[in-house]
């Protein structure tokens, strides 16, 4: 327990899904873009507490319906943004989210020209969403940091000490780090791959 709790997780996220009653036309299919505020994107990454989430030091745009049109009705759009947060109580987001909201819109106008007008839905997934839906800490995005004192430990191995107790999914990996949908699969496989080895024998 003592070891699990020096451990640092990566980020949450604000994320905002917006339902648009046209269709983005201009949009290329499988287009998505960042918008940085500097050239210094390290610095952009780092930079995700309440109090510099205001200057917007990054946005990750996708419009998922234009991959998959079913996903919104006939003629309209969804557009996600995505930007680093960190958590911080339910209350401090309730109060702040509205504010950003309003300067993410300003942000989009290069993009998506008038999108204010063409607005039918918004909703928000604050840090506090995350948590509440998948318990991981402090609504961490995606398991431990990828950071050098971290990334070549084995913390938690698929096998256990405990007889019958396995683990898998992003919070166990070949090292820590940022292993995505690839390396939560691979590890999903190995404990089948074991359980079933184990009742062969």
Request: charged residues 20%; positive net charge.
């Amino acid at each position: 327990r003592y070891q699990v709790s020096k451990l640092k997780t990566t980020c949450s996220a604000f994320v905002i899904y917006l339902g648009l009653n046209k269709k983005l036309n201009s949009i290329p299919k499988h287009f998505s873009t960042w918008l940085f505020s500097s050239y210094d994107i390290e610095n952009c990454y780092s930079r995700y507490n309440l109090r510099n989430l205001y200057k917007l030091n990054y946005l990750l745009c996708s419009f998922p319906s234009l991959i998959d049109p079913s996903l919104a009705p006939k003629g309209k759009s969804i557009v996600r943004i995505l930007m680093g947060a960190e958590y911080a109580d339910k209350e401090k987001w309730e109060n702040n989210k509205e504010k950003l909201f309003e300067k993410v819109i300003v942000k989009l106008q290069p993009i998506i020209p008038g999108i204010e007008e063409c607005l039918d839905v918004k909703e928000f997934a604050t840090p506090c969403s995350f948590y509440r839906y998948t318990l991981n800490r402090s609504g961490s995005i995606f398991g431990w940091q990828a950071i050098p004192s971290q990334i070549e430990r084995m913390v938690f191995p698929y096998r256990t000490s405990i007889e019958n107790l396995y683990l898998s999914g992003h919070w166990v990996t070949n090292g820590i780090g940022q292993c995505g949908v690839a390396g939560v699969a691979f590890s999903g496989k190995y404990t089948a791959q074991n359980i079933i080895r184990k009742s062969l024998t």
